[in-house]
């Protein structure tokens, strides 16, 4: 019990993820980390990394720290943005086209490889359940939506363009900006000009 909280407090200095060299730092040697998580006491979320088994951080947190360069897009952004009710299956990460991360069985997540403006533009940070989140912004949710309508359930992609319309913050300036750069000007005029 004594071991647990002396390693609850590295975790907890540490925004709830420790590295291996943490843990040895503490005098646990790699035959020591695996019985700590064999024990049940942290479990391990990416090579090299860990939490504390009790963390109260959620899963979106989990998440960026297995891919730290990872950007939550697509559904992952729409369901924070409260822009859909569909609760997807997988978290939705943007990475780079060139990044190739070992995911864990859990939690699940699915990858999309973007590159160049895809990637870059709209990149910002939320604050969910006390976890900073990179996330792109609504605008870009919508256009990512827009852009990859015909890989998705279109009453989802309606559903996140009418609740985008309705919400008091929209920014349509940037919204045409966006689909500009990316290159769905005509089809985001045809969704504007049915729904607005």
Known sequence: MKQARKIKKLFNRNGGVATAQDLQALGYSYYSIKKLIEEGIIERISRGKYVFYESNKDEYFLVQQIIPTGISCLLSAAA????TTFVPNNYHMAIKSNYYPTLPDHPPIKLHYWRGKQYELGVTSVLVNDSTLRIYDKEKTVCDFLKFRNKLDMNVVKEVIKAYIADEERNL?????YS???RIESVLSNYLAILL
């Open 173 to 177: 300036v940037k919204l045409k900006h």
């Open 80 to 83: 924070i943005f409260n822009y």
């Open 180 to 182: 500009k750069e990316l």
